[in-house]
Nanobody, 131 residues
Framework: QVQLVESGGALVQPGGSLRLSCAVSGFRSEVYAIGWFRQAPGKEREEVSCISRMDGSAHYLASIKDRFTISRDNANNTVYLQMNSLKTEDTAVYYC????????????????????????WGQGTQVTVSS
């Protein structure tokens, strides 16, 4: 079974930090591009970050480029999203996903276009930033 499982979401105060984890099973995480998405109530799902062997890392939101870092631990087959200096507007359900492509640009475009109807997605983890 191919599976992605997110964890690490929590309620945090503005300015706080969280590290989200995406545990991968069924394939090696370093083989494919793995992306992070987020979706707030009433809003479209948006691309956050991506990591791949060929591309390194990529960020898709100007508001998070200086605050979020994507990384991977190949030994544990896990992709991480380190989130620092969290803001209330970061509140959302965060998902990791892949379409088993090897390049971030095509993988993220494909996953975004299908709006969750294709590819392999985790169940999501809730991040709430509130004082």
């Amino acid at each position: 079974q191919v599976q992605l499982v997110e964890s690490g979401g929590a309620l945090v105060q503005p300015g706080g930090s969280l590290r989200l984890s995406c545990a991968v099973s069924g394939f090696r995480s370093e083989v494919y591009a793995i992306g992070w998405f987020r979706q707030a109530p009433g809003k479209e799902r948006e691309e956050v970050s991506c990591i791949s062997r060929m591309d390194g890392s990529a960020h898709y939101l100007a508001s998070i480029k200086d605050r979020f870092t994507i990384s991977r631990d190949n030994a544990n087959n896990t992709v991480y999203l380190q989130m620092n200096s969290l803001k209330t507007e970061d509140t959302a359900v965060y998902y990791c996903a892949t379409d088993r492509g090897s390049r971030c640009a095509s993988t993220m475009r494909s996953l975004k276009m299908t709006r969750g109807r294709s590819g392999t997605w985790g169940q999501g983890t809730q991040v709430t930033v509130s004082s």
